[in-house]
């Protein structure tokens, strides 16, 4: 797989495996040993990026990931994040430098390596200012522990501020077809910094896939349960737009939506690498056959201009997970 740079150091291929999914977030955990395959799988087909999180079990994607890649650890780069209270319970925003530093320990024994290649801070906590963060991993990377700093889901202004004190390698946030507002103030920021964008949900959370419609139930437990988009069946049956035109596009192209999707990313910036997570091997294959599709300059015109007279039906998020975004 042809690989991208993310920052001015880090090389990564070109599309990352998300892992969340395969522990949280989408009902009951998948079967470890099946998990375990998959990723190494990936990384049998050239994916070097893998991105996982404290948060999600919490804990156990950490362990997984780090099980499933200790025997090609030289090979691959593995991203995680710090940022909540999740060791007395509490669960909200928890970025000072003690807790960073106590739960960095934590991750590299779950992920059984010596170094975390990307460390992000999940969400941005406004009780600590983001100088202190991006100190406290600065002396994280002089320690070794740490090899390069990443934020999520902060906003321009977190981002200058923390790449003042400690370039920042990469931004992790919510990019696709159907939510493009990284693109007013965020993209052009990062590049002006030459900062790396990875794009997590690439694929809207499954919907650019085509496989759900109005009329789809999701099992007990998955977080689409909670989402203005999924919940209301009007804006689902609205968005099917989206995959009318992706479907338009694969169709020529002897493709699938996915693919489309993942290509109109691979697209716009070669510092985006975005991160599909799955728990099946056949959409691991599909999603993976994006980085040889190339969209020629016409048809990326051909989206752009559809998507600008296509608006998205529902909210990204439910209140109280907007309210943890930095703006």
């Known amino acids: 797989m042809q690989k991208r740079r993310l920052g001015t150091h880090l090389e990564v291929s070109a599309l990352g ?5 395969m522990s949280s977030g989408l009902g009951p ?27 999600y079990g919490p804990f156990t994607n950490e362990a997984l990931v780090g099980e499933a890649l200790e025997p090609v650890r030289g090979q691959v780069v593995i991203a995680t994040k710090f940022g909540f209270d999740l060791e007395n319970g509490q669960g909200g925003l928890d970025s000072r430098p003690e807790t960073i530093k106590r739960s960095v320990e934590g991750s590299l024994e779950r992920l059984r390596t010596d170094t975390i290649d990307l460390l992000y801070q999940h969400r941005v906590d406004p009780s600590v200012p983001i100088e202190e963060v991006a100190g406290t991993i600065s002396e994280l990377i002089e320690e070794g522990k ?42 052009p920021t990062l590049e002006e910094l030459g900062i790396g964008f990875v794009p997590f949900s690439p694929l809207g959370k ?5 496989t759900i419609d109005e009329s789809t139930e999701f099992t007990s437990g998955d977080f689409r349960n909670t989402v203005p988009r999924f919940v209301d069946q009007e804006a689902r049956k609205a968005n099917l737009a989206f995959v009318d035109l992706l479907q338009t596009i694969a169709d020529r192209k002897n493709a699938m939506p996915a693919q489309i999707a993942l290509a109109w990313l691979l697209g716009r910036k070669h510092w985006i690498v975005p991160i599909p997570g799955t728990t099946k091997l056949h959409r691991l294959e599909e999603n993976l056959g994006a980085a040889t599709l190339k969209l020629s300059t016409a048809e990326l015109r051909e989206i752009g201009d559809a998507l600008a007279a296509m608006p998205v039906a529902g909210e990204r998020y439910p209140a ?3 309210a943890l975004i930095d703006r």
């Not at 159907?178 to 965020?186: D, F, G, K, L, Q």
Request: aromatic share 8%.
């Open 146 to 187: 740490v090899t390069h700093f990443g934020l999520s889901e902060a906003g321009v202004r977190t981002i200058r501020r923390a790449h003042a004190v400690q370039p920042v390698t990469a931004l992790q946030s919510e990019y696709s077809l159907w939510w493009r507002e990284p693109e007013e103030a965020i993209l």
């Open 206 to 210: 499954g919907f650019l896939t085509g």
């Open 17 to 21: 495996l998300g892992c969340m999914g």
């Open 320 to 322: 109280q997970m907007q």
């Open 29 to 55: 955990p998948a079967d470890k040993q099946e998990m375990i395959s998959l990723i190494r799988t990936a990384v049998d087909r050239g994916v070097t990026f893998f991105d996982t999180a404290q948060v």
